[in-house]
């Protein structure tokens, strides 16, 4: 199984349970975004292998899992950032998942960014740096 599909069908599911009722539009998803309360929307930007290793049986895939929380404008930040925490207390430094086989492994603190007013909704991403471990066979 593609270390990219492993990353995202791995995250995608800690994120479904650890907010089971928040709406969530993943990517190439249908998705009708609700105009009258909080909702997630992710994204997945592959930043490439890291292969700083001797061997050429083993790299990391580094993929940065980003959640935007669009909440409702004028009701202030704190349900919002209070989200973005939970999701970074979630995919906290050392976390560490297998799917598939697979390791995946948080080694950095998730980043709540400065949040700001788009297509008038509050927007405050979180971007979760996820590495996963890929030993190739041959």
């Known amino acids: 199984m593609s270390a990219i599909l492993n ?5 995608e599911r800690a994120l479904l349970a650890l907010l089971p009722t928040t709406p969530i539009a993943f990517e190439n998803v249908s998705f ?3 105009t009258d309360k ?3 929307r992710t994204q997945f930007v592959n930043r490439g292998p890291r292969d700083t290793v001797a061997s050429s049986k083993y ?3 580094q993929i940065s899992f ?10 202030g930040t704190a349900r919002a950032i209070q989200v973005a925490e939970q999701i970074r207390t979630r995919f906290d430094k050392g976390t560490c998942f297998t799917e598939d086989g697979m390791r ?8 709540v960014s400065s949040g700001g007013i788009f297509e008038n909704r509050l927007v405050i991403p979180v971007l979760i740096d996820v590495a996963a471990e890929v030993f190739k066979e041959y």
């Open 59 to 61: 790299y990391r895939e």
């Open 104 to 111: 995946l492994m948080i080694l950095d603190t998730p980043q």
């Open 7 to 11: 990353t995202k069908r791995a995250c």
């Open 32 to 34: 009708n975004a609700p």
């Open 66 to 75: 980003q959640c935007f929380i669009i909440d409702l404008p004028n009701i």
């Open 38 to 40: 909080l909702y997630i």
